[in-house]
């Protein structure tokens, strides 16, 4: 949700044309994190997703309760993130997904080899 928030009030209005629409569509693929885990969890994603932003915009550090599907405050839970895993699979999302992208242009690019002229 942080990662998300700053990405649209900061990053987005620092870039120019085109740029911004990849910023706005990686903020909303952040999305699909505290989704997933609500669905796992059998909440209802769009009340959580809800929750989550409203405590986040009250300065607040959220997570969630995946037996109430209510925010917590992680630290309050006794839950740590290590910064450096975080930063890997951050980091690690668009080289995958890019790399997904050129694998299907390759076999997109041998199928229109094999048609015939």
């Keep these: 949700m942080a990662a998300r928030k700053h990405l649209i009030d900061n990053v987005k209005k620092t870039v120019k044309g085109r740029a911004q629409l990849g910023v706005g569509a990686f903020a909303d693929a952040l999305l699909v994190i505290p ?26 550090v959220v997570g969630l309760n995946h037996n109430t599907g209510e925010p917590v405050d992680p630290e309050m839970e006794g839950i740590y993130d290590n910064y450096s895993v975080k930063r890997q699979i951050v980091n690690s999302g668009p ?11 390759v076999i997109r690019a041998g199928r229109n080899m094999r048609k015939p002229t």
């Design 95 to 105: 080289i995958i997904a890019s790399q997904l992208l050129l694998v299907d242009e």
């Design 35 to 60: 989704k997933t885990l609500a669905e796992n969890s059998g909440l209802d994603t769009q009340d959580v997703i809800v929750s989550l932003e409203n405590e986040h915009d009250r300065g607040l």
